[in-house]
């Protein structure tokens, strides 16, 4: 079995310096999101053990002991790291290995199994997806497995951000004729008040020019803290343009923002 991840240290204009490490699923994902440029095949919530643990944390180990000192460890991207069965494994021995703080980068909906969120104690910061607060615009941007179903989501996620003893932020990306009007807005701030994550990181447009009187927010949980990803953060990947991505609706972006 290889070792196919990928490890890189870079600085981020959310987490500091950090050591990132991805491809763990090797590229395999609950969502295709209309703005990812991966070409996995369909979306998928099933586990497999698609890259060793051993192997993993050796070259894991290799990078961040040669980063130096870094803020966090980032695991996660491209694809859903939970969908790795070592993802456990690997995270309780990158904690007792290292005092770095970690965050892990996933979707979200395989949060919904009480297995996992147990798993994710050793992490700091959990970052997951919202692109939508109504199942249409939801299942539009996200293209979830069709198991997967909003209502389901927004239930684990509240009930993993008030047991996480971490942070839990939402990523929401505006995705123009998609999710960008005031009305979309306001439906994912209603769901991120179920929710109640520490912080709200949003990207695309900036949500002052969707909805210049902010009442886009008004419903959010008070405590949430949003924040506006950088340009950079936000800019298409080498190659992307207007209508490159497989929806013909907006530009390819990467999958996160941090």
Same mark, same amino acid.
């Given at each position: 079995?290889?070792?196919?991840?990928?490890?890189?240290?870079?600085?981020?204009?959310?987490?500091?310096?950090?050591?990132?490490?991805?491809?763990?699923?090797?590229?395999?994902?609950?969502?295709?999101?209309?703005?990812?440029?991966?070409?996995?095949?369909?979306?998928?919530?099933?586990?497999?053990?698609?890259?060793?643990?051993?192997?993993?944390?050796?070259?894991?180990?290799?990078?961040?002991?040669?980063?130096?000192?870094?803020?966090?460890?980032?695991?996660?991207?491209?694809?859903?790291?939970?969908?790795?069965?070592?993802?456990?494994?690997?995270?309780?021995?990158?904690?007792?290995?290292?005092?770095?703080?970690? %965050? *892990?980068?996933? =979707? &979200?909906? /395989?949060?919904?199994?009480?297995?996992?969120?147990?798993? @994710? !104690?050793?992490?700091?910061?959990?970052?997951?997806?919202?692109?939508?607060?109504?199942?249409?615009?939801?299942?539009?941007?996200?293209?979830?497995?069709?198991?997967?179903?909003?209502?389901?989501?927004?239930?684990?996620?509240?009930?993993?951000?008030?047991?996480?003893?971490?942070?839990?932020?939402?990523?929401?990306?505006?995705?123009?004729?998609?999710?960008?009007?005031?009305?979309?807005?306001?439906?994912?701030?209603?769901?991120? %008040? *179920?929710?109640? =994550? &520490?912080? /709200?990181?949003?990207?695309?447009?900036?949500?002052?020019? @969707? !909805?210049?009187?902010?009442?886009?927010?008004?419903?959010?949980?008070?405590?949430?803290?949003?924040?506006?990803?950088?340009?950079?953060?936000?800019?298409?990947?080498?190659?992307?343009?207007?209508?490159?991505?497989?929806?013909?609706?907006?530009?390819?972006?990467?999958?996160?923002?941090?």
């Amino acid at each position: 079995m290889e070792v196919n991840l990928s490890v890189t240290v870079r600085d981020s204009w959310s987490l500091g310096r950090v050591v990132a490490i991805e491809g763990l699923s090797g590229g395999r994902c609950s969502y295709h999101c209309v703005y990812c440029g991966e070409v996995e095949t369909a979306p998928t919530t099933k586990r497999r053990l698609v890259t060793p643990v051993a192997g993993a944390l050796r070259v894991a180990e290799e990078a961040v002991e040669s980063a130096g000192s870094v803020d966090h460890l980032v695991v996660g991207g491209p694809g859903d790291p939970l969908l790795w069965t070592g993802f456990h494994s690997f995270l309780r021995r990158l904690r007792f290995r290292f005092n770095s703080p970690i %965050a *892990v980068l996933t =979707p &979200g909906p /395989l949060v919904s199994r009480s297995s996992i969120r147990a798993g @994710l !104690d050793s992490a700091e910061v959990v970052i997951v997806k919202l692109d939508g607060g109504s199942t249409g615009t939801y299942r539009a941007v996200a293209s979830p497995h069709q198991g997967v179903r909003l209502t389901r989501l927004l239930e684990s996620l509240a009930g993993f951000a008030r047991t996480f003893t971490g942070e839990l932020w939402v990523q929401t990306v505006a995705v123009p004729g998609l999710n960008d009007g005031p009305g979309d807005r306001m439906k994912i701030g209603r769901a991120l %008040a *179920v929710i109640a =994550p &520490g912080r /709200l990181i949003h990207g695309g447009p900036p949500a002052t020019e @969707l !909805d210049a009187s902010a009442t886009a927010w008004r419903h959010l949980a008070t405590g949430i803290a949003v924040e506006e990803a950088p340009a950079a953060a936000t800019a298409p990947r080498i190659g992307g343009s207007e209508g490159d991505d497989r929806s013909g609706r907006s530009v390819i972006r990467p999958c996160w923002l941090v």
